[in-house]
C-alpha cells in the first residue's frame, strides 16, 4: 500500500484565530458570532435547522478566478473542468460555470447535474473506470467534449456502440503513470497496483490500436494520480513529465494528440498542511508539457469547492463517561463521511460570540450514529457546548453533502448558499416522506394486525 501523508498529530492545533485568518469568507462578529460573507451562520440554522451545509459564492468565485488566472499567467492553452463529485450541487455547478468552467463528470447522473447546471456539453469529460453501455450512449448522444478510456476492454466497448449508431465518439486515453502521490492511500490513483487508467508502458501500443478504431475519434491524453496532494508538487512534476515524453513518442509515431487532460487532486489545508499554489503547480504543468504542443485540461474538485463550505450543526448534548468529554451533534458520518472514512482532520468553530474566547478544554465531538467511527474529533479543544449550541465544520465544501448518505434514516442536510449578504436555499432538507419514498412491502408480506 502506498504510505498515507505523513500525520502531523504531534503539532499543536491550529487556534480558532488561526482556522480564521486562513479562511477569508469567515469571520467572527462580537454580536452575531460566526459569519459566512455578510451573514450570520446562526440566522441560517436558526431558518433553515440544522445539519446544514452552507456555501460561499464568493469563495467558489475567488478559487475559480484564481486557478484560471495562474493557467493563463503561466502562459498556458488551458480549461478547467470541475469535478462535479466533490460537490454535484446545481447552484454550485451554475456558478462555476458562470466563471468559464466545465465538468469532469463520473455517472450519468453526473452528466445530468452539470447539463442542468448549464454546463455546455462541449465542456465536459466524462471520467471512471466503469462507465456503463447507457452512460456511454448518453455520453454519445449528448455529444460531450471527451470520454477518458480507461482501458482496452472500455474501449472496444465504445468503439462498437459507436459505430452502431453511427457515431464517432471523442475519446482520451488515461495514463497511469505510475507515481506516487504521497496522499491517503484511500485517495491515490496513479500508481500501478490502483484500478485506475492504463499503464504508461502499455499506452502507445494501445493508443495506436485506438486510433486505428472507427468509432473512436482519439484527442489525446489524460492522468490523475490522486487526491488531497499536499506534498508539493514533486508527484504533478514526475507524472507530468512522463506524458510529455508519451506525447512525443506518439507524435513520432504519427499519431495525432492534440490535448492532454492534467487531472486534479490539488490539495487544501484542512489543519497545517501547505499545499502547492496554483502558480506552483501551473509552473510544473509548463515544464512537463507546455513546449507539447497541446491544449491542457485541468479537473479540480476539492481546492475550488473546499474550502468554499461549511457544515453547521447544533449541540444535542454534552455527555462526560470514563473521565471523557463528549460533545454529540445533531450532525453524523452519513452527513460528512470523510473523519469516519480517511480520519479526515476537520477544524471545527463555534458559532456564538462568548464561546470563541471561552476558556477550552479537551472533547470528543460525536454524531448520533451507532457506529464508534461515527467521531468527528478526538480531544480537540473546545470551548463549553450547552445543548443548542452551534459548531461550523470548516473545508466541507467538497465530498461533504456529495458523500453523504441517510444511514440510520437520517434524511439528507439542506444546502444552503451565501453571496454577500444574501443566501439562499439551494438544496431542501430532504422529508420523511422522500426518505421512505419508492419503498414498497409486498403484498406477501403479513402486517401485524392483518388476517393471515
Ligand atoms: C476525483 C477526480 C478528480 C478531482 O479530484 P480532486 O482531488 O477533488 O481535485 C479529478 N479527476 C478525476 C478523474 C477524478 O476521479
Redesign the pocket.
Given at each position: 500500500m502506498a504510505a498515507p501523508a505523513p500525520r502531523r498529530d504531534d503539532a499543536p492545533e491550529p487556534s480558532f484565530a488561526d482556522l480564521l485568518a486562513q479562511r477569508p469568507a469567515l469571520s467572527t462578529d462580537a454580536l452575531a458570532g460566526l459569519m459566512m460573507e455578510e451573514v450570520p451562520l446562526a440566522r441560517i440554522a436558526q431558518a433553515v435547522g440544522t445539519p446544514t451545509w452552507v456555501y460561499s459564492a464568493g469563495t467558489l468565485r475567488r478559487r475559480a478566478r484564481a486557478l484560471c488566472d495562474a493557467l493563463r499567467e503561466a502562459g498556458l492553452d488551458a480549461t478547467v473542468h470541475f469535478?462535479t463529485?466533490?460537490n454535484p450541487n446545481l447552484a454550485v455547478v451554475a456558478l462555476l460555470a458562470g466563471e468559464g468552467l466545465g465538468a469532469?463528470v463520473?455517472s450519468e447522473g453526473e452528466l445530468r447535474a452539470a447539463r442542468a447546471a448549464g454546463v455546455p456539453a462541449s465542456g465536459i469529460v466524462f471520467?471512471g473506470v466503469g462507465k456503463t453501455e447507457r452512460e456511454m450512449r448518453l455520453a454519445i448522444a449528448e455529444d460531450i467534449l471527451q470520454l477518458?478510456l480507461e482501458s482496452a476492454e472500455e474501449a472496444e466497448m465504445l468503439d462498437a456502440l459507436a459505430r452502431s449508431l453511427g457515431r464517432r465518439a471523442r475519446v482520451a486515453l488515461r495514463v497511469n503513470p505510475d507515481v506516487d502521490a504521497r496522499t491517503h492511500a484511500k485517495i491515490t490513483?496513479g500508481l500501478t497496483e490502483n484500478k485506475f487508467g492504463v499503464p504508461i508502458a502499455l499506452a502507445p501500443a494501445l493508443y495506436a490500436r485506438l486510433c486505428a478504431m472507427e468509432g473512436l475519434e482519439v484527442v489525446g491524453l489524460a492522468t490523475?494520480i490522486g487526491?488531497?496532494i499536499t506534498q508539493g508538487v514533486s508527484s504533478y512534476a514526475a507524472a507530468y513529465a512522463r506524458l510529455g515524453s508519451l506525447v512525443r513518442e506518439l507524435r513520432a509515431q504519427g499519431l495525432p494528440v492534440e490535448r492532454v487532460d492534467c487531472?486534479?487532486?490539488?490539495g487544501i489545508p484542512y489543519r497545517d498542511e501547505i499545499p502547492a499554489s496554483p502558480a506552483a503547480l501551473a509552473g510544473t504543468i509548463k515544464a512537463g508539457l507546455g513546449d507539447a504542443g497541446v491544449k491542457l485540461m485541468l479537473?479540480?474538485?476539492?481546492?475550488i469547492a473546499g474550502p468554499a463550505g461549511v457544515l453547521l450543526s447544533r449541540v444535542v448534548i454534552e455527555k462526560q463517561s470514563a473521565g471523557r468529554r463528549f460533545v454529540i451533534l445533531d450532525a453524523a458520518m452519513n452527513d460528512l463521511l470523510r473523519p469516519a472514512m480517511y480520519e479526515a482532520w476537520h477544524g471545527i468553530l463555534p458559532v456564538s460570540p462568548a464561546a470563541f474566547h471561552a476558556p477550552q478544554t479537551p472533547a470528543d465531538v460525536v454524531g448520533p450514529v451507532c457506529e464508534s467511527s461515527d467521531t468527528f474529533a478526538k480531544g480537540r479543544n473546545l470551548p463549553a457546548l450547552p445543548p443548542a449550541s452551534l459548531v461550523a465544520f470548516l473545508d466541507a465544501g467538497?465530498y461533504g453533502a456529495s458523500m453523504s448518505s441517510t444511514y440510520n434514516a437520517r434524511p439528507l442536510a439542506a444546502e444552503v448558499m451565501v453571496n454577500g449578504s444574501d443566501w439562499s436555499v439551494v438544496r431542501e432538507r430532504q422529508g420523511y416522506e422522500q426518505l421512505l419514498a419508492g419503498q414498497r412491502i409486498p403484498g406477501w408480506i403479513t402486517r401485524p394486525g392483518e388476517a393471515r
Open positions: 469535478a463529485k466533490s469532469d463520473v471520467s477518458n490513483t490523475h487526491s488531497q487531472g486534479g487532486g490539488l479537473e479540480p474538485g476539492r481546492w467538497a
